[in-house]
């Protein structure tokens, strides 16, 4: 039993140090050899993540899942047999409609580009085809699959012509988007993001505009035709989000509009804008790679190094609507933001965030946990600790108002939620969470407790 109550124990240990900062690491093992992450969704109600990186002597190849105590491989993973393997990659990760979907720079056997989870294996979509190269985007939007890449995308059983950088996928086929974004047959030209905006979407990336053969960095598509946003920009677009009602762009630019605009610019009045106060240093490569909206503010993460406001511009800043500033010293780049729920994850190539070791995956709860101090667990006992089936929360100075008590895993995903009349003691059911460390908050009458309770292994 004690192997198995080792890991909680340690990062019971660990946890009171980590509570300190806003982002925490899932899972610290290095001998998993988790390289770098390029995307994170939820599939199965857990953290999932893909990349680059080969797990567990290449048990865990470019995809894993998080189980609540450590990563787990999700059948083989996606190997490559042609490309060099330090070169595959995957680069998108999506949940559509209960199925798992991957894009990336990957083939094997006809598993090529963009595959699905079936539940025992891997398995191409076996009504499309696909020609140069990879699948950099993959999303799904309510019963529809956007994608994009350097691809050429086109159905098996149709005679429709096949077209370049971008399609939809809805009720098992392909639909063209206009006539494409022409990517041709250099890797370096792809579609690297989709946004849908408004009923338009909005693309990133490097590729031509059809019938004029304009190069683009950014392309809207308006229900009937592709067109460039003002003057464009001159290099590309990796990242496109919308905050307080205005678009943003992230990328390797330097121009927007025909304006100065270093890796990140807005869209607002039918004209480009800088962002002011974001200053990379011109002797470095700097770029964004990805945003997101969370708690009301904008998230930029990337490889940046520069001034930022009067703060030190690093790999992950935050905008609150006046002001941007670092959001946490993070030691490389950072490739993926992505919202679950009330968690905001990020992946890419990091091993460190506030000197807190990382392994490239890390969550930003919602709400800070700094104030667990000795005066708040003082106040809580729990019995039995580790605990199996139920668990008793005892308290020193009852509380004089209604009781909600919340439980989150070490992700920070809410996994149980009560509410009880004021009382000295309660009784709480366990036995269906996974074996692992949980933190219980309790909140009554504006005050709030914090307390650790181990989910053991019988």
């Known amino acids: 039993m004690m192997k198995h109550l080792l890991p909680f124990v340690l990062f019971l240990l660990l946890f009171p140090t980590l509570s300190a900062q806003s982002w925490h690491p899932i899972g ?10 390029n995307a994170i969704t939820k599939f199965k109600g857990r953290i999932t993540i893909g990349g680059d990186f080969e797990m567990g002597k290449s048990k865990f190849n470019r995809v894993a899942i998080w189980n609540g105590q450590s990563w787990q491989a ?3 993973g996606i190997s490559n047999s042609i490309l060099t393997p330090s070169l595959s990659s995957v680069h998108a990760l999506t949940n559509f409609n209960d199925t798992l979907v991957a894009g990336g720079c990957f083939w094997d056997n006809g598993i090529a580009y963009w595959v699905r989870w079936d539940e025992t294996d891997w398995v191409p979509f076996s009504d499309s085809v696909f020609s140069n190269a990879c699948v950099n985007f993959v999303l799904a939007v309510g019963d529809s699959l956007l994608l994009g890449g350097s691809a050429q995308f086109g159905p098996i059983d149709s005679n429709f012509n096949n077209t370049d950088g971008i399609a939809i996928y809805q009720k098992g086929k392909l639909i063209p988007v206009g006539e494409g974004l022409l990517v041709g047959a250099n890797l370096t030209r792809k579609v690297r993001t989709i946004f849908p905006y408004l ?9 031509d505009l059809p019938f004029s053969g304009e190069e683009a960095f950014l392309a809207h598509w308006d ?8 003057q464009g920009l001159n290099d590309d677009v990796y990242t496109i989000a919308v905050y307080h009602d205005t678009l943003y762009v992230g990328g390797e630019f330097t121009e927007a509009g025909g304006k100065s605009a270093h890796t990140i610019a807005y869209w607002t009045d ?3 804008h800088a962002v002011p106060d974001f200053q990379p240093n011109a002797l470095y490569h700097n770029q964004v790679n990805t945003m997101a909206v969370y708690d009301d503010k904008l998230f930029v993460g990337g490889s940046l190094t520069g001034n930022i406001s009067s703060d030190t511009l690093n790999s992950l800043v935050v905008y609150d609507g006046h002001q941007w500033k670092s959001a946490v010293d993070v030691s490389g780049g950072i490739h993926t933001l992505t919202v679950i729920e009330d968690t905001l994850y990020a992946g890419g190539c990091f091993y460190r965030m506030d000197g ?4 490239n995956v890390a969550a930003y709860y919602p709400e800070p946990m700094s104030s667990l101090d000795s005066k708040e667990t003082a106040n809580i006992k729990i019995s039995p600790n580790p605990a199996y089936d139920q668990v008793q929360l005892i308290f020193s100075i009852p509380p004089t108002a209604p009781i909600k008590i919340q439980i989150h895993d070490m992700t920070g ?10 009382r000295s003691r309660h009784q709480m059911d366990i036995h269906s969470l996974p074996s692992g460390a949980y933190l219980i908050t309790i909140n ?5 407790w914090r307390n650790y309770v181990i989910k053991g292994v019988k």
Request: hydrophobic share 30%; proline share 4%; net charge negative.
């Open 28 to 37: 610290q093992d290095a001998s998993l050899d988790l390289n770098c992450v």
């Open 74 to 76: 999700i059948g083989t």
């Open 199 to 207: 009923g338009s979407l909005y693309v990133g990336g490097e590729f």
């Open 223 to 230: 229900g009937s035709s592709w067109n460039k946003l003002g």
């Open 270 to 272: 039918n004209q480009w």
């Open 356 to 359: 807190i070791s990382t392994n």
């Open 413 to 422: 995903k809410l996994v149980a939620t009560e509410h009880t009349p004021p």
């Open 444 to 448: 009554s009458e504006n005050k709030i």
